[in-house]
């Protein structure tokens, strides 16, 4: 009697482990479809993006060529009865980081880095020196800016 009684609770136990590990199977296989669908989500917001891009590059491409023929008509108020002068070729300079921005960024990561090796609590030093070095670096790159800047004021007189 006694081992009937350990022998239906062993296979009740063995059958109840089966079970949750169905159950946790089940779980995981509707985490991965769950995955899956988001990725394909963000694959087709993805694929929609780059058809508005090239969208509007065709209709760029369209406009500057019906400029380039003439046949551009500006929708404006301002009286186009006068032939155009032919447009001067300008090249513009692609503009990119100030020299504060850069500096900022230089002395937040030399900061990070000399704090988290000064100080015994690395993060609180990181922490510290980030502030710090940023600071320090855009102090150094607005004085950089403003030198430029001042002399590109002076070639221009």
Known sequence: ????????????????????NDEKAAAIGDA????????NAVSVAKQQVID???????????????????????SGSADNSTAAAPAATTTTKKKGWSHTAKGAVVGAGA????????????????????VIGAGVGAGTGAIVDHAKKKKEQQANQ
């Open 52 to 74: 508005s891009i090239n969208a509007e590059k065709a209709k760029h491409k369209s406009r500057s060529s019906q400029a380039s023929n003439g046949s551009y008509s500006n």
């Open 111 to 130: 900061g990070a880095i000399t704090g988290a090796i000064v100080n015994k609590d690395r993060l609180k030093g990181a922490a510290i020196g980030t």
């Open 1 to 20: 009697m006694r081992n009937l009684v350990i022998a239906i609770a062993s296979s009740a136990l063995i059958f109840a482990s089966c079970q949750s």
């Open 32 to 39: 991965k479809q769950a995955t899956i669908d988001s990725m």
